[in-house]
């Protein structure tokens, strides 16, 4: 069973930054997609940073464009921790921010392993 616990949410101002920190149950071993969500006020959860693990044939990361250069998501497999480094923080960044995990593909895949969410709040 995999189960996430997550960390490092908080208040920041527009500009500042802040790093998240999601930490695995298990080590999984096989190629799966980890990835960060969040889900601003009064809107749908949407994914914002994958890493693609292929089965260690090299991992492949990406992002929604609404964080695109501004947010690095990094995992450390030795410590089965996904981390979530965001920068630059606006107003339409805060949301509940949480990890899931999928044991497929990023694109098209399942995500059934989900974290409890921590909640990101920025204000200027």
């Known amino acids: 069973q995999i189960q996430l616990f997550e960390s490092g949410g908080g208040s920041v101002q527009t500009g500042g930054s802040l790093s998240l920190s999601c930490t695995s149950s298990t080590y999984i071993g096989r190629s799966y997609c980890v990835a960060w969500f969040r889900q601003p006020p009064g809107k749908e959860r949407e994914g914002i940073a994958f890493i693609f693990t292929n089965g260690g044939a090299g991992d492949t990361s990406f992002y929604h464009d609404s964080v695109k250069g501004r947010f690095i998501i990094s995992q450390d497999n030795a410590k089965n921790t996904l981390y979530l480094q965001m920068n630059d923080l606006k107003l339409d960044d805060t949301a509940m921010y949480y990890c899931?995990?999928?044991?497929?593909?990023?694109?098209?895949?399942?995500?059934?392993?989900w974290g409890q969410g921590t909640q990101v709040t920025v204000s200027s």
């Open positions: 899931a995990i999928s044991l497929q593909h990023c694109t098209g895949g399942t995500f059934n392993y």
